[in-house]
């Protein structure tokens, strides 16, 4: 049954609490976007406004958007994780972590933000804890700014994720 309006159909409050966190706690991309949205235009519909949105983005805001993201398998009982966050991490199994994956993962995370000043970003749905840290292990050593584009791009596969199952929510 269709329970969600088309994103035009909503007055800002409304699109900014159904939309804000598709980028994580960067309800900014939601409230830039409100104004493109045009009649009928599902939420799916709406990925590649966002995308352009944050990449028309300054330097700072794409690294504060970043750095909104949680750490995998590190903060997954904290209350500043999103909902959606928590359900992603927890669908890859990055809660039933073994104490040497944790303590790996807690490594990484560490040596990850020491070299790139942001939080490692995948977009887990679909993968295993075990593809994520070989993904995480690889990654560690890309150049900086080979990382950055790469973490954009996992921002935006994990918005276009979101809006997808708010679209499958109608």
């Known amino acids: 049954m269709n329970t969600t309006p088309y994103p035009s159909q909503l007055e800002l409050a ?21 104004p493109q949205v045009t009649p009928g235009m599902d939420p799916l519909s709406m990925a590649s406004l966002v995308e352009t949105i944050v990449e028309t983005a300054s330097d700072q805001q794409k690294l504060d958007l970043l750095r909104a993201h949680p750490d995998l398998a590190g903060r997954l ?10 359900a992603e991490q927890t669908g890859a199994g990055l809660d ?24 490692f970003i995948f ?21 900086p700014d080979e990382e950055l584009k790469t973490a954009i ?3 935006h596969r994990i918005a276009r994720l979101r809006l997808e199952t708010i679209a499958n929510e109608r």
């Open 123 to 143: 977009a887990v749905k679909g993968f295993h804890r075990t593809d994520i840290l070989e993904a995480f292990r690889q990654r560690v050593e890309h150049h």
């Open 77 to 86: 009982s904290l209350a500043e994780l999103t909902e959606s966050s928590r």
């Open 14 to 34: 409304e699109f900014i609490r159904l939309f804000g966190s598709i980028y994580e706690h960067s309800p900014w991309v939601a409230e830039a976007v409100y």
């Open 96 to 119: 039933q972590c073994s104490p040497d994956e944790l303590k790996e993962f807690q490594q990484l995370n560490h040596e990850y933000l020491e070299k790139f000043g942001f939080p």
């Open 153 to 155: 791009e996992q921002v």
